[in-house]
Structure formats: structure tokens, C-alpha cells
């Protein structure tokens, strides 16, 4: 089977939905496929030896992109006419694009939603995504979900038996538990771009009453980048907190597993998150686990059985328009859930081998692999 992977973004761009379209190509190849991957986002013409075809005008989503679109569609419709199956990722123009000459070339489509491009917080300003997500959802012949709150939001424009929901997945051999705990000091650690939705303003503005509370020395370990890096480094030196923090910037895969193999408690304080790839890797290397209590969280880490959920917000749906400070109270709540991870040690434990055990039985790749390839040899939807 011919597989055509379309992703707005991909490596050397790193994020949860870029890890995914790896990960998944590798398995992937691994059962037989010959995967193609085609994306927005400029680099190198392969990686791990799978063919990139880089369309880098299209990264716009709008009128640069459509004015683009002329010059690169002889080369997508070849792309899409020489694969079997078209698997868009997110709703945005590269899917729209593809999964249109998918549905012209008699090819099956199917579209991936990760958040982004398909809940409303993330497309309200912006009429060419709302019009990539119509055009993306009218060309599918299914539509994978990477959350309940996901598939919720999809079957609002698609017949429900058009969705699935199949989450994120994560490779846990290679994102084994090490042997014993990691040596002091507490180290607490994000793993996230640094962009508003994903919250690392909030464990950052947390880390003076961290400190306070603890009875043992805490370092704060920031793996990412983003815009929000600057304001970061300087509101720590406002808080008078940068002793205790550590800010890494971006990492490859190899160099995220040494981290975490370091690491203590993991922080996921997000605004919006289908199921976190980063969570699961945090969670297949046996780690504690704080999150905040929104979108895929929920269902990940279960009713506090494999990671401690806070309540950061009025709400429980996932919204990409991150506040820019929280209440006291509620930065109060996730310094209470680190500290108290930080001070039973058992209990970090605890939910670190149940964490392990449930990725393990549920989200593993290769389980992962074999429910999309099912969705590939279903039948197509008619024209």
C-alpha cells in the first residue's frame, strides 16, 4: 500500500502532531507501506529515508498561498494519483488541497485532527481556516479523532459513522523506564512549545510558591521553544526564581528520553491538548504526571488513577485563546499538585507504574498503527 502523509508541518519543526506523522510513518513503513510525506514546512528532501516533498509557499493559509497554489498543483495531483491512500493531518490548506484531488482522482482520503485547524478557539480569526476545515471534512472518507472532545467537535460537520476515535500513540520501547530514581534534586519539567496554549507561562509564575513549599531543593527544567521564550526568561528574573530554572530550548526525540530520564514530575499545564505526545512519553518512562484538567487530559490520566489533574480554568473544552496570567488561586491549585507529588514520594510512584502499564495495554504505536491501517481498507465513501 501507497501512503501519502500530508502535514502543514513537519521536522525539523517539532511538536506533538510533527512527532506523530514520524512515528506513524515509521511503523508504518514497518508493515509494508510505502510512505511519501508531503508538507509546508521547509528542509531536507528525506528523513529516516522516507521521500519529503516540501511545499514551503503554502505555509501562509492565505492569499500567499493561494496565489502558490498554481505553481505546485501539477506536482501534488502527480503525488496524490501515485499513492493509494491520502492521510491529511490537521484541517488546514495542505489537506483541503490533497484531500480535493483525493476525492477528483478517486484516491481514499483520510484527516487526522489534532486541534489545531479544527476547534473553534483556533480557527475564530481566521475565514481561510474555517474555509481549509469545511473543504478538508466535505473530502474525507474518514475522519480520525485524537480525542473524545476531538470527535465531539468533528461530528458536527461529518455523519458520525465518519469518525473514529484513534488517540496519539507513543513507542514504549523506546521510551523505557530507567532503573531507579532519578538522583536529586527534584527536577520538574516541561516539555512544550513554548506558545500560549500550552500553559508554560503558568508553571512559571507556580514556581515561586514550589519553591517556598518544598523541603528539598526543586530545579525547573523548560524543554522547548517558541515565542513566548523571551517573556519566559525575563519573568522568572522578575520572580527572582532564575537560579532554579533551566531553560533548554528545542531537542531532538533522543535528547527529549535523557530528560525525562532525569526527571521527577512532568507539567502539563494546557489551555488545549488532544492527547499529549509528550504526556504519553512522559508517562511510558514511568514519570508523575501533573496536568491541567482540559481536552484529552481527562481521558489520558483518568480520575487522578495515572497523573493528577488541575482544575486551571472555568472550563473543561479546550480553547487555543490561553489566558496570559491566571488567578492566584488557580496557580495556588498546581503548585499544590506539584509540591504534593514532590513531598509523597510513594504516591509519585504510584502513579508513575500505572502510567506505564496503561500506555503500555492502550498507546502503543504499533497498537496505534494497526487501527489507522484498518481505517485505510475500509471501503470509500461514494461520490
Not at 45 to 51: A, E, L, R
Not at 227 to 240: H, I, K, Q, S, Y
Not at 284 to 300: C, D, I
Request: glycine fraction near 6%; hydrophobic fraction near 45%; charge should be positive.
Amino acid at each position: 500500500m501507497k501512503v501519502l502523509l500530508a502535514q502543514e508541518t513537519f521536522l525539523p519543526k517539532l511538536g506533538g502532531a510533527e512527532v506523530h506523522v514520524w512515528q506513524l510513518s515509521r511503523v508504518l513503513r514497518s508493515r509494508g507501506c510505502e510512505i511519501t510525506i508531503a508538507t509546508a514546512t521547509p528542509g531536507e528532501t528525506q528523513h529516516d529515508g522516507i521521500p519529503v516533498y516540501r511545499f514551503p509557499l503554502l505555509r501562509s493559509q492565505g492569499p500567499k498561498a493561494i496565489a502558490a497554489l498554481p505553481i505546485y498543483l501539477p506536482r501534488l495531483a502527480t503525488l496524490v494519483a501515485s499513492h493509494d491512500v491520502i492521510h491529511g493531518h490537521y484541517t488546514a490548506l495542505l489537506s483541503a488541497v490533497v484531500g480535493t484531488l483525493a476525492r477528483i482522482l478517486g484516491r481514499r482520503f483520510v484527516v487526522t485532527l489534532h486541534g489545531y485547524g479544527t476547534l473553534e478557539s483556533s480557527v475564530r480569526a481566521s475565514p481561510w481556516l474555517r474555509m481549509w476545515r469545511r473543504l478538508a471534512f466535505r473530502a474525507a472518507d474518514t475522519v480520525i479523532a485524537t480525542s473524545p472532545e476531538i470527535a465531539d467537535v468533528a461530528r458536527n460537520f461529518v455523519q458520525p459513522s465518519r469518525v473514529v476515535f484513534i488517540p496519539n500513540g507513543v513507542d514504549t520501547t523506546q521510551f523505557a523506564p530507567t532503573h531507579g530514581d532519578p538522583p536529586p534534586p527534584v527536577r520538574v519539567v516541561s516539555i512544550r512549545r513554548l506558545v500560549p496554549k500550552n500553559g508554560v507561562q503558568y508553571l512559571v509564575d507556580a514556581i515561586p510558591q514550589v519553591l517556598a513549599g518544598s523541603p528539598v531543593p526543586v530545579e525547573f527544567w523548560i524543554v522547548g521553544d517558541g515565542p513566548l521564550r523571551d517573556r519566559l526568561v525575563e519573568r522568572a528574573r522578575g520572580l527572582g526564581v532564575e537560579h532554579a530554572v533551566r531553560f533548554l530550548g528545542s531537542l531532538e526525540n533522543r535528547q527529549v528520553r535523557e530528560v525525562l530520564a532525569r526527571a521527577h514530575i512532568v507539567v502539563f499545564p494546557s489551555s488545549a491538548e488532544s492527547i499529549s505526545i509528550a504526556a504519553l512519553e512522559a508517562m511510558s518512562m514511568r514519570k508523575a504526571v501533573v496536568a491541567s484538567s482540559v481536552g484529552g487530559f481527562p481521558e489520558l490520566l483518568g480520575n487522578d488513577e495515572r497523573g493528577l489533574l488541575v482544575p486551571l480554568f472555568d472550563r473543561v473544552a479546550s480553547d487555543y485563546q490561553a489566558p496570559p496570567h491566571l488567578p492566584p488561586e488557580r496557580l495556588r491549585a498546581l503548585a499544590d499538585a506539584i509540591l504534593r507529588l514532590i513531598t509523597d514520594e510513594e504516591l509519585a510512584r504510584t502513579l508513575g507504574r500505572r502510567a506505564r502499564a496503561y500506555v503500555q495495554e492502550q498507546m502503543d504505536w504499533r497498537m496505534i498503527a494497526t487501527r489507522v491501517m484498518e481505517v485505510y481498507a475500509a471501503p470509500q465513501r461514494p461520490s
